[in-house]
């Protein structure tokens, strides 16, 4: 391959839209996001809570995502409301903390999924070292967000081996047994966490990871306006929609 | 040897660890504040205990300065992305730098700075935790009172989180990270020296 065309796919444009800002724009939003979705309780800015940001994840190229989510939101709130009118002791306790608990995730794991897919983990990393983070911390985060996937599959073959074995494995068994739980899924993937980050450490050396000089990016990585601009207006809408809970808006009552 | 700096190896295992301990949180505190209020308040003291384990070999494979405040500070990164509340966060961060200078006090990491260092990581982890619901108490009455969440529960978090409670609390967290990480070492042992992958000091 020509360097002429090395530098091509480096510089095409893997996503659409919302997708290209910048890592640092997109982790802002997230913050905001989650600051204020415990504070937005009415039910519909709630809604629209979900459906602005729905917007902003569908013109970052994951609309079936975003409507997978909003689907899931509205179920997950009649759901509630609904359990309101039953009483079962004990039970619903538990039941309405579940409920308000998986409501206020969704719409921080419907951006929070997008951003991860969505982040090319290179320019994750320059845009933090722009920011100025130690170079430490930047690695480090880096291969967390790089490793969260991998846990989640190195998971999913422990459980596997476990079967063949012969040892069953449900989400019971593991409650009951915390200890063997332990010694079982957990040291398998110390073990497994120990070979990958050695390989991992090994090609991210022999690509100049540990080189100290200032990273320079063929890709455009920068805080411009655009990021400024949908920094911003993302802070604005959650505040407003802060601000129309505490009026009459917060108090409609969609789902009976 | 205790100075040296952090090679980019060290680097990406703090990374590929604090991954793994942020996951166990994220999952021990989800099912505990389902199970009910008692359990809700005592789920940093568990998480303690459990990822006592990934800590004591982080710090057995980097027995450097600095490693606890990488993950101290990674993991309330996450955990401010995930949208908790900011004393959470700032907890883990503190905690990590206190621990990270209680680590080398003599100059030389040995398992007894190890263990005294996560208790203390603990401890403050599940102030941060537990205290916000106390010293906040209206403020948070009226969120969880608009989300609904039935008023058993939060008259029982409350209660759970008054002053003397309060200080048992962080009291369990201290033991709870003593015992993790004595647990850590014991696993270590059964394990990872055995298999050749942490010589053994």
């Known amino acids: 391959m020509s360097e002429q065309s090395i530098q091509q796919k480096i510089e095409q444009n893997l996503f659409p839209g919302t997708a290209n800002l910048d890592p640092r724009c ?99 990393m320059v845009s933090l070292e722009r920011a100025k983070f130690p170079r430490e911390i930047t690695i480090a985060f880096v291969v967390m967000f790089r490793y969260i996937p991998t846990l989640k599959i190195e998971h999913g073959m422990i459980r596997n081996t476990m079967k063949i074995r012969g040892i069953v494995d449900t989400f019971w068994k593991k409650l009951l047994h915390p200890l063997s739980t332990m010694e079982y899924i957990l040291v398998p993937l110390l073990m497994r966490c120990l070979k990958v980050t050695e390989e991992l450490a090994a090609s991210g050396t022999t690509r100049g990871l540990e080189r100290e000089n200032v990273r320079y990016s063929l890709r455009p990585v920068r805080f411009g306006w655009k990021e400024v601009a949908v920094a911003a207006g993302g802070f604005l809408v959650l505040f407003t929609l802060y601000v129309l809970d505490h009026t009459a808006v917060g108090a409609v009552v969609i789902w009976r | 040897m205790n100075n040296q700096k952090l090679t980019a190896k060290d680097v990406i295992l703090t990374g590929a660890l604090t991954a793994l301990m942020f996951i166990i949180s994220m999952v021990i505190s989800m099912v505990m ?126 209660r759970m989180t008054s002053a003397p409670m309060l200080i048992v609390i962080v009291v369990v967290g201290f033991v709870c990270g003593f015992l993790g990480a004595l647990l850590g070492q014991k696993m270590l042992n059964k394990h990872f020296v055995k298999a050749g992958l942490v010589s053994a000091r």
């Open chain 1, 26 to 124: 997109k982790l802002l939003l997230l913050i905001f996001l989650g600051f204020f979705s415990y504070m937005i309780v009415g039910d519909v800015t709630g809604l629209l809570l979900m459906v602005v940001f729905g917007f902003l994840v569908a013109a970052g190229g994951d609309g079936k995502w975003a409507v997978k989510m909003l689907v899931a939101y509205v179920v997950v709130a009649y759901l509630n409301t609904r359990l309101k009118y039953v009483t079962i002791p004990g039970l619903s306790v538990i039941m309405s903390v579940f409920g308000v608990t998986i409501l206020k995730f969704i719409p921080i794991i419907m951006v929070g999924r997008w951003v991860l897919r969505t982040t090319c983990m290179d320019d994750l």
């Open chain 2, 33 to 158: 504040s389902m199970l009910g209020y008692v359990t809700n308040v005592f789920y940093p003291p568990v998480v303690a205990l459990v990822n006592g384990i990934v800590m004591m070999l982080l710090l057995a494979k980097v027995p450097k300065r600095g490693v606890m405040t990488i993950s101290g500070v990674i993991q309330g990164l996450l955990f401010l992305l995930m949208g908790a509340f900011w004393c959470l966060p700032v907890s883990l961060i503190v905690g990590g730098i206190v621990g990270d200078l209680l680590i080398a006090n003599g100059g030389k990491i040995t398992t007894k700075t190890m263990t005294l260092a996560y208790a203390i990581f603990s401890a403050i982890f599940t102030f941060g935790a537990i205290a916000p619901i106390n010293l906040l108490q209206e403020s948070y009455i009226a969120t969880c009172v608009k989300n609904g969440i039935a008023q058993d529960y939060i008259d029982g978090l409350i």
